[in-house]
């Protein structure tokens, strides 16, 4: 941990308050930066918890269907179980492992209770938000941004932070951002924000406080508020995040570069302009388990982000064969602001050397 953690620790712990407070809300603050979170970013206890903070601020109604890409962690679908909607599982694109517009528009043709699709952008790289919303608006459907992946990333040229959508953020100790256990909703304006400050600590508002009435509770909550000891954390992070972010995108280029015109898959952006902030260097092989197998004898670690949803008990029924194979063929290589560039040079020669 950074020396600045630890001074920001201790900080909080000798204040003699360590819960929701001031530092949370100069955490916030300083993620409203349009270059790194922006809008109005509210701070919550888990990625998981801003995904289905979201839904309840949308007004998503309950009993209605919430179509979440095949290829995302369980967050992005469970949560809308929370929410008591029905899943439907979107297929994707194999070139960017992204929900697939052509499946988002059939299940829109054919499915009258959607009422949201929340959209993942995988492993960093943007998904095209203003074509999807242009699809969702058509049919008076919520668009939500499953942005965990997604710090760092850049759509069209422009930070993410300009969709007009509801985000999620996570800091889980895997995210670009880690504080260990965190994450924060973005909401594009300060009413819906200020809702979102109220439900995530159980609904409590003391805007009405006086002698005898210590709060009201307008509309029942949920316990999601992050505390002061996570902010602290969040906010030393914050201070070293461009000079990782920059290492994550040099790592990425140098794999492309490596791994161009070989056997291997790479899964990217296919705009010029969008850009992959770095969190997962995605590439599909086939054999896939031996290629694994060879990788870790060769001391490389390896993983599989995802297993496809529909393979999970979310009632979903609907058929998603581009996600179900990718999910086949994909290995994240690793991808570390500690790695060097001669190490990503290795892990390549050895890759384009089991698929030989
Ligand atoms: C990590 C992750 C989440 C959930 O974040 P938590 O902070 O662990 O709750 C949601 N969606 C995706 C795509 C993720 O990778």
Not at 25 to 45: C, H, M, T, W
Not at 111 to 129: K, R
Not at 238 to 256: A, Q
Request: a negative charge; one cysteine or more; aromatic letters at 6%.
């Amino acid at each position: 941990m950074e020396r600045s953690s630890m001074e920001r620790l201790r900080q909080v712990l000798e204040s003699g308050w360590i819960g929701l407070g001031p530092v949370t809300e100069q955490f916030e603050q300083e993620l409203s930066r349009p270059d790194l979170i922006g809008k109005y970013p509210v701070a919550l206890n888990s990625g998981t918890a801003a995904l289905h903070l979201a839904l309840v601020v949308a007004d998503v109604p309950q009993g209605s269907t919430v179509m979440v890409p095949a290829n995302t962690f369980i967050s992005t679908a469970s949560v809308a179980l929370q929410h008591h909607c029905r899943v439907i599982l979107a297929d994707i694109e194999r070139t960017t492992g992204n929900i697939d517009l052509n499946s988002v528009r059939d299940i829109l043709a054919t499915e009258p209770d959607v009422s949201a699709v929340i959209a993942v952008h995988y492993s960093g790289i943007p998904c095209d938000i203003e074509a999807l919303s242009d699809i969702a608006n058509r049919h008076g459907v919520t668009v939500i941004e499953d942005c965990a992946h997604a710090i760092g990333s850049q759509w069209r040229g422009r930070p993410m932070s300009e969709s007009p959508n509801i985000q999620a953020y996570s800091f889980h100790a895997t995210k670009a951002l880690a504080i260990g256990e965190g994450g924060c909703a973005t909401f594009p304006d300060a009413v819906s924000a200020e809702r979102a400050k109220r439900l995530r600590r159980l609904g409590i508002d003391t805007r009405a406080r006086t002698w005898g009435n210590p709060y009201d509770i307008p509309e029942i909550g949920f316990k999601y508020n992050m505390g002061d000891i996570a902010a602290a954390v969040g906010l030393a992070q914050i201070e070293g995040l461009r000079d990782k972010l920059d290492k994550r995108r040099s790592i990425m280029c140098r794999y492309r570069e490596r791994l161009a015109d070989s056997p291997v898959e790479l899964v990217r952006e296919t705009d010029p302009t969008d850009r992959s902030g770095g969190f997962a260097m995605p590439v599909l092989v086939r054999n896939r388990e031996r290629v694994r197998k060879e990788l870790d004898a060769a001391g490389i670690e390896s993983e599989i982000y995802f297993k496809p949803l529909g393979t999970f008990p979310l009632g979903a029924t609907r058929p998603t064969p581009v996600a179900d194979r990718f999910a086949q063929d994909v290995i994240c290589l690793p991808v570390h602001p500690l790695i060097d560039l001669d190490e990503i040079d290795y892990i390549c020669d050895r890759l384009i050397e089991c698929m030989a």
